[in-house]
């Protein structure tokens, strides 16, 4: 037979084992998303994606600037009087 004390360490052990496992799935589901956050930019940190966007942003400047000014060059061509 065991004691009281002997059953109130297995309940205790047996708690504590529960409470350890729920905290860490409490803490998986709550730190998932600021974790794949941080993985995220530290990703685009290091491999360089900013750049290539920064690229692309700039190829897209460039061919406003030509449309832009080729639509300015046809507004200032003379108007050919309507007959």
Same mark, same amino acid.
């Given at each position: 037979?065991? %004691?009281?004390?002997? &059953?109130?360490? =297995?309940?205790?052990?047996?708690?504590?084992?529960?409470?350890? @496992?729920?905290?860490?799935?409490?803490? *998986?589901? +709550? *730190?998932? +998303?600021? !974790?794949?956050?941080?993985?995220? +930019?530290?990703?685009? &940190?290091?491999?360089?994606? $900013?750049?290539?966007? =920064? *690229? =692309?942003? =700039?190829? !897209?400047?460039?061919? @406003?600037?030509?449309? $832009?000014?080729?639509? %300015? @060059?046809? &507004?200032?061509?003379?108007?050919?009087? $309507? &007959?």
């Amino acid at each position: 037979m065991t %004691t009281l004390t002997e &059953r109130k360490i =297995e309940l205790g052990l047996i708690y504590g084992f529960i409470f350890f @496992y729920v905290f860490q799935a409490f803490l *998986l589901i +709550v *730190l998932c +998303v600021p !974790m794949s956050y941080l993985v995220g +930019v530290v990703g685009q &940190r290091c491999c360089g994606a $900013r750049s290539e966007a =920064e *690229l =692309e942003m =700039e190829k !897209m400047d460039k061919i @406003y600037q030509e449309v $832009r000014h080729s639509c %300015t @060059y046809l &507004r200032k061509l003379p108007v050919m009087p $309507r &007959r």
